[in-house]
């Protein structure tokens, strides 16, 4: 069964650090460009960043490019994304999602459950 | 940057046709996608470059990029239909998503 798992969301206070991770299972991770999707509560769906599928290339969203950092361990099958200086907006759902083939620039054919993070004091 | 605006609700009738626009600049220069979002659960791909229906979605679902607006077509839209819809496209290596479009089914 292809699944996404992620962990990390919780509670954060602002100005502090989120770290996330995704644990993929049923897939060839090492072959497949990743991704982080968030959204935000009563908004829209949005890219935070992708990587390709070993890692050679990283994609950013330009309103959050220096605050996330993307990164993978293929021998572990699991996805990871940190977010620094986080504020109240920054408040989401955050899905990790499989891209079409080894760079991910394609459909977005898999998504994790999604895990929620709040920003608050 | 590159943007894609939804309109941000659509109602319909049981049984009728529901189309959901996506509008950006030359889209129909690249592929959009089309993905279903119900609460409580997470994005389903409905579809694909522009036209293309993944295994196990039903043939009610179409899709269409013409100009500079992609059209998502239900048509005899049923209640479960219902839900969040988001288009996407790419913008060199950058994922775009629309604003999303909740359809309403009554």
């Known amino acids: 069964q292809e699944q996404l798992l992620e962990s990390g969301g919780g509670v954060v206070q602002p100005g502090r650090s989120l770290g996330l991770s995704c644990e993929a299972s049923g897939i060839s991770f090492s072959s497949s460009g990743m991704h982080w999707v968030r959204q935000a509560p009563g908004k829209g769906l949005e890219w935070v960043a992708g990587?390709?599928?070993?890692?050679?290339?990283?994609d950013y969203s330009d309103s959050l490019k220096g605050r996330v950092t993307i990164s993978r361990d293929n021998s572990k099958n699991k996805l990871f994304l940190e977010m620094n200086d986080v504020s109240p907006e920054d408040t989401a759902v955050f899905y990790c999602?499989?891209?079409?083939?080894?760079?991910?620039?394609?459909?977005?054919?898999?998504w994790g459950q999604g895990t929620l993070v709040t920003v608050s004091a | 940057s590159y943007e894609l605006t939804q309109p941000p609700s659509v109602s319909v009738s049981p049984g009728q046709t529901a189309t959901i626009t996506c509008s950006g600049d030359g889209l129909d220069g690249k592929y959009t996608y089309w993905y279903q979002h119900k609460p409580g659960q997470s994005p389903v791909v409905v579809i694909y470059k522009d036209s293309k229906r993944p295994s196990g979605i039903p043939e009610r679902f179409s899709g269409s990029n013409s100009g500079d607006t992609a059209t998502l077509t239900i048509s005899g839209t049923l209640p479960i239909d219902e839900g969040d819809y988001h288009c996407?496209?790419?913008?060199?290596?950058?994922?775009?998503f629309g604003g999303g479009t909740k359809l309403t089914v009554l």
């Open positions: 999602v499989r891209g079409e083939g080894g760079s991910g620039l394609g459909v977005f054919d898999i």
């Open positions: 990587i390709w599928y070993d890692g050679s290339k990283i």
């Open positions: 996407q496209t790419w913008d060199i290596s950058t994922a775009i």
